[in-house]
């Protein structure tokens, strides 16, 4: 069996060779090794989570099920935990962080709060909504689209805001977001 500071390093690793923009899952992951010393979580859980529960999406994409992505990462850290030694509790934090990162099943643990809350911080936050917009325009999508794709994100993830810290960080940004997406959505001349 690998150790725990294995599967930390081969979950970084495996999700910067597969999610579309690293840096993303860096900023996030910046936030959540904040929000862990905060909130008393499990650092190496939610970094593994966190690595683990965006890798399907290409996968999703490709069979036209990106609503599966999460159910597909499941899946897969199901299979790649079992050569790490983890306790069945650790497996199953793991697993529910990556099942509730999007508010589909409750948090069995503050680890799996922070993961959903420190997630948020790619569509809510400027440097996270700035960079997925890049990522946006190289998927080539355009320009309304982008707009409506980012309000949507931003609703969705705001909706999922739990930790005090969090919300008292972002507010400010999903404000001045939000109004901004209504103006350019609501401009006829576009």
Request: charged share 30%; glycine share 4%; hydrophobic share 45%.
């Amino acid at each position: 069996m690998k150790s725990r500071e294995q599967l930390v390093k081969d979950a970084l690793e495996l999700a910067k060779n597969t999610v579309p923009m690293p840096e993303l899952l860096d900023f996030s992951l910046k936030k959540a090794r904040k929000l862990a010393e905060i909130y008393d979580g499990d650092a190496d859980i939610i970094i593994i989570a966190m690595s683990l529960m965006d890798l399907k999406i290409k996968d999703a994409k490709e069979a036209g099920k990106i609503e599966m992505h999460t159910d597909m990462a499941v899946l897969f850290a199901g299979d790649f935990l079992k050569d790490y030694d983890l306790t069945n509790k650790e497996v199953d934090k793991i697993i529910n962080c990556i099942e509730a990162h999007h508010g589909a099943v409750p948090y069995g643990s503050i680890e799996a709060e922070i993961c959903a809350n420190a997630d948020c911080y790619i569509f809510i936050h400027p440097i996270g909504v700035f960079a997925y917009e890049r990522l946006l325009e190289r998927r080539g999508i355009v320009f309304i689209e982008q707009i409506k794709q980012l309000n949507f994100k931003l609703q969705e993830k705001y909706k999922l805001l739990s930790l005090d810290v969090v919300k008292n960080e972002l507010e400010k940004y999903y404000q001045s977001f939000s109004k901004l997406y209504e103006d350019i959505l609501n401009d006829r001349d576009i």
